[in-house]
């Protein structure tokens, strides 16, 4: 609980100083983009650093038939989101991946579900933990016709000590199903989500059979929990 304690007298007295809220990293997804066959997707987050102030940005691209990512890259500066969004997606090897992937442009989609937060920065509240599950009823293809998504967190090993943590939490994986069927359990923790103890769905997106859920990881950061997104890309039968 050190750490904790330490972030917590360091939020009490910014919001003194400076009148801000304490908050993490929520980084906005600007664009989900599915390839014309819908075998691959692309997914692009940017917004503004907590703690620095910087610019950040990230475009991850996924195979939609097998989940498995394809090319993530991400970069951050210290100028605007809008302009460390701009320079990464006009960088020669992004610009290349896009390409290949049938992505440049590609065919932007319209979220068929994206969560709504009561603020603009991450709260531990935001996720659920280990033990707990959330259902979400998402209309996948035909208006009216709702389809249950549940998200179900579990404990998994991990090194992430335990103080990084609030009491009660501990490091987590996830299971992802769609009615009724699992299409995504963790086994172990990568190394990107190692002291991540809460999950949430943010975001859904369809193209025919081909889905794009996107999650959030809730870990420690720098003034409150860092909101990471999460990509899980697979076929819906």
Known sequence: MQRNLITTLACLSS?????????????EITRVA???????????????????GFGAAQVDVLNTLTG??????????????????A?????????????????????TSTPRYRRVYPTAYASWSDGIGAGQSRTTSV????????APIKLSVF????NCPQDYLNPGDVPSGFRLSVRGRVVYQDKVLPASRTCAARYSLERVDVRGNRALFTLRAYGPGFEGP????????VPLN
Do not use: M
Request: proline content about 5%; hydrophobic content about 45%.
């Open 68 to 85: 498995a990512p394809i090319y993530s890259a991400k970069r951050d500066a210290e100028t605007t989101a809008a302009a460390v969004r």
């Open 226 to 233: 860092d909101a990471d997104p999460v990509f899980v890309a």
């Open 15 to 27: 919001a003194i100083l400076a009148s801000v809220a304490c908050a993490g990293n929520r980084l």
């Open 34 to 52: 599915f390839s014309p066959s819908s075998h691959r997707v692309s997914a692009v987050t940017s917004g503004e650093l907590d703690g620095s």
């Open 139 to 146: 209309s996948l293809w035909t208006a009216g016709i709702f």
């Open 155 to 158: 404990r998994l090993p991990s």
């Open 87 to 107: 320079q990464l997606l006009a960088s020669s090897a992004v610009v290349r991946v896009l390409a290949q992937s049938g992505l440049n442009p590609g065919l």
